[in-house]
């Protein structure tokens, strides 16, 4: 009796620890200035892949987090919710997708070449993110800890942009 009692204790506690990491998050995205609205043959919105992955040892598994959204300048915000352990490190990608492309086939390119993708971003070296993502654009690309702000501000081409992301506990204030 005393060893089931124990054992239920022990799951007991190992379920309520395992609860308390993984807690409802919600992320906003908001587009203060739209990447594909400023030339005449710019479509005016912006087709935006967001992609999440837990970053174990700087390995990307499967993705945590797949979105995609159309921005315009009525449709500037989008929220959603997802259970995320809270002590995890996460890496993003925020694409501009300007084919027909899905995530399916962008997924494992990013897990396979993420490191030498951030590299050539990092130094504007568009040409060299083209090899890999062909017509699609980083906005924004990173990591983060929950909870989070993240700012991204560029320039690609002759687009100027700007995205916000907000990463947050979900509690009862912001249902």
Known sequence: MIIKTLTFISLLLIFNISNAQNQKTRFTISASNLSEDASLLSSNNDEVLFLVYKDVDGDLGKPVI??????????????????????????????????????????????VHHQAIKECHEKHDYLAVEKYLSDEDILGLGEFKIPDEIDIKGIYKIDKYSYQINIALKNKKLD
């Open 66 to 111: 797949v979105e995609y959204f159309v921005f315009d300048s009525l449709n500037t915000k989008a929220s959603f919710d997802i259970n995320l352990d809270q002590t995890s490190s996460y890496k993003y990608f925020l694409l501009e997708m300007d084919s027909d492309r899905d995530y399916i086939q962008i997924d494992p390119i990013l897990r």
